[in-house]
């Protein structure tokens, strides 16, 4: 059993990160139903351009079909199984499979049958077998989402309008958009995929240990005649969740108040070009403007989760590019990460390739940050459910008994930057999810 200090909830267990047979429930309970990630429109611009993902552990096919709808398909074709689409991304007028021929559109439909007329009776029913497809997909300011429940919130009911006010405000906030950047980190991390998606929404505790090389590299930047990192702001950090009775919980960090990070990116941008300082500048004013008269003025958070394996990280700065995580679950121990860079569409070229080049120092596959987790991760696996290891209970106190918003004129419930509030709404939504009993 997992401890923790709230007397009206006990976490659950810790063979919820290695045992087969609640990850094979996960697959079917939680990724079944949930809303997930599944690409951003820039991705596929043009009719017939399509990009492979998964939802849970269900290839699936992003397409734009000829008169500009987007689709998800099961990427399997309906008579044997075998993929219909071989490639991670492409443009094509239809998808064809390897085996025996069969072919569909970009609607989906079973528009090819090899020997239709001379192999199959004449009530083969060809319109039943189209590419099974996700019910529901929809947008929010691009991001492409899709459900396999018929039913349910929508998009924005489930991301809650707690959490869209941060993302209307500081996330997708630049009236140009978002661009993805070409190509995508992949690796794989051999841990259950729950514990990324909670560091990532609300674990701010680790920092100071598992990144203390990237702390020391910060500091020594801090001189007179250097520019200071964000890490070394005066700026004031918390944390935030989002539980609602119609979504599950999301999570923020490092919710910043201050102009530590601003004055920060001023100088940096103005090493850079006088274009980059101005947009710089402009980015800012709007978000001013758009925090209106509120009398709590956050300057924008950095890193968070939309419920269950969507996470991201670098929204805290301007000169960082936005990366967006999908924590993909491949087994009960073992996940792939796919990661993408974004970008604001307004901002100089300049600008652009320094945001890259800071994300891929930072939490990239090969960046300071992201290697440090991972390590982590694998020595946490690796004595998971050992002999005399699994029997001991992780812990789960950080932050005391469950209290009210520290800024309660802000949405959602802001809460000190070190605490693990969000782990225990993270599993008490997981347990009500898979109805799990000790």
């Given at each position: 059993?997992?401890?923790?200090?709230?007397?009206?909830?006990?976490?659950?267990?810790?063979e919820?990160?290695?045992?087969p047979?609640l990850?094979?429930?996960?697959?079917?309970?939680?990724?079944?139903?949930?809303?997930?990630?599944?690409g951003?429109?820039?991705?596929?611009p043009?009719?017939?351009?399509?990009?492979?993902?998964?939802?849970?552990?269900?290839?699936?096919?992003?397409?734009?079909?000829?008169?500009?709808?987007?689709?998800?398909?099961?990427?399997?074709?309906?008579?044997?199984?075998?993929?219909?689409c071989?490639?991670?991304?492409?443009?094509a007028?239809?998808?064809r499979?390897?085996?025996?021929?069969?072919?569909?559109?970009?609607?989906?439909?079973?528009?090819?049958?090899?020997?239709?007329?001379?192999?199959?009776?004449?009530?083969?029913?060809?319109?039943?077998?189209?590419?099974?497809?996700?019910?529901?997909?929809?947008?929010?300011?691009?991001?492409?989402f899709?459900?396999?429940?018929?039913?349910?919130?929508?998009?924005?009911?489930?991301?809650?309008?707690?959490?869209?006010?941060?993302?209307?405000t500081?996330?997708?906030?630049?009236?140009?958009?978002?661009?993805?950047?070409?190509?995508?980190?992949?690796?794989?991390?051999?841990?259950?995929?729950?514990?990324?998606?909670?560091?990532?929404?609300?674990?701010?505790?680790?920092?100071?240990?598992?990144?203390?090389?990237?702390?020391?590299?910060?500091?020594?930047?801090?001189?007179p005649?250097r520019?200071?990192?964000?890490?070394?702001?005066?700026?004031?950090?918390?944390?935030?969740?989002?539980?609602?009775?119609?979504?599950?919980?999301?999570?923020?960090?490092q919710?910043?108040?201050?102009?530590?990070?601003?004055?920060?990116?001023?100088l940096?941008?103005?090493?850079?070009?006088?274009?980059?300082?101005?947009?710089v500048?402009?980015?800012?004013?709007?978000?001013?403007?758009?925090?209106?008269?509120?009398?709590?003025?956050?300057?924008?958070?950095?890193?968070?989760?939309?419920w269950?394996?969507?996470?991201?990280?670098?929204?805290?700065?301007?000169?960082?590019?936005?990366?967006?995580?999908?924590?993909?679950?491949?087994?009960?121990?073992?996940?792939?990460?796919?990661?993408?860079?974004f970008?604001?569409?307004?901002?100089?070229?300049?600008?652009?390739?320094?945001?890259?080049?800071?994300?891929?120092?930072?939490?990239?596959?090969?960046?300071m940050v992201?290697?440090?987790?991972?390590?982590?991760?694998?020595?946490?696996?690796?004595?998971?459910?050992?002999?005399?290891?699994?029997?001991?209970?992780?812990?789960?106190?950080?932050?005391?008994?469950?209290k009210?918003?520290?800024?309660?004129?802000?949405?959602?419930?802001?809460?000190e930057?070190m605490?693990?509030?969000?782990?225990?709404?993270?599993?008490?939504?997981?347990?009500?999810?898979?109805?799990?009993?000790?």
């Amino acid at each position: 059993m997992i401890t923790t200090s709230d007397t009206h909830f006990k976490m659950p267990g810790t063979e919820i990160y290695w045992d087969p047979a609640l990850y094979e429930h996960e697959m079917e309970v939680i990724f079944g139903s949930a809303w997930l990630f599944v690409g951003h429109e820039t991705m596929v611009p043009n009719p017939g351009d399509f990009i492979g993902n998964y939802m849970g552990n269900d290839p699936v096919i992003l397409v734009r079909d000829r008169a500009g709808a987007l689709h998800v398909y099961l990427n399997r074709c309906r008579h044997r199984g075998n993929k219909v689409c071989l490639y991670d991304s492409g443009s094509a007028k239809s998808f064809r499979c390897s085996y025996h021929g069969w072919t569909y559109d970009l609607s989906g439909a079973l528009s090819g049958v090899p020997l239709l007329d001379k192999a199959y009776d004449a009530d083969f029913p060809r319109d039943e077998l189209g590419l099974v497809a996700a019910p529901r997909v929809a947008t929010y300011y691009g991001m492409i989402f899709a459900t396999w429940s018929a039913e349910g919130p929508s998009l924005e009911d489930y991301l809650g309008k707690d959490l869209r006010w941060y993302f209307d405000t500081f996330a997708f906030d630049d009236p140009a958009g978002f661009e993805v950047l070409p190509g995508r980190h992949r690796y794989v991390v051999p841990c259950n995929w729950k514990m990324l998606a909670e560091n990532f929404g609300g674990d701010m505790y680790h920092f100071q240990s598992t990144h203390a090389s990237v702390i020391m590299l910060g500091r020594q930047r801090q001189r007179p005649d250097r520019i200071r990192t964000a890490l070394n702001s005066d700026d004031v950090y918390y944390s935030i969740e989002f539980v609602g009775a119609n979504h599950p919980p999301h999570g923020l960090l490092q919710l910043a108040f201050g102009e530590g990070t601003h004055e920060n990116d001023r100088l940096r941008a103005s090493s850079v070009s006088g274009d980059a300082l101005a947009w710089v500048e402009e980015r800012h004013a709007r978000r001013q403007r758009l925090l209106g008269e509120r009398r709590s003025r956050p300057s924008g958070f950095h890193t968070g989760t939309i419920w269950p394996n969507l996470s991201f990280n670098g929204f805290g700065t301007a000169l960082y590019a936005r990366t967006f995580l999908q924590w993909q679950p491949r087994g009960p121990e073992t996940t792939d990460v796919w990661q993408w860079a974004f970008v604001e569409r307004s901002a100089p070229p300049e600008v652009k390739e320094v945001m890259a080049f800071n994300l891929m120092q930072g939490q990239a596959a090969a960046g300071m940050v992201a290697a440090d987790d991972t390590d982590n991760f694998q020595r946490m696996r690796d004595v998971l459910h050992t002999a005399k290891a699994g029997k001991l209970d992780f812990n789960y106190d950080l932050g005391g008994k469950e209290k009210e918003s520290l800024i309660p004129e802000l949405p959602g419930t802001v809460m000190e930057q070190m605490n693990e509030r969000y782990h225990r709404s993270f599993y008490h939504y997981w347990t009500a999810q898979i109805d799990y009993r000790k």
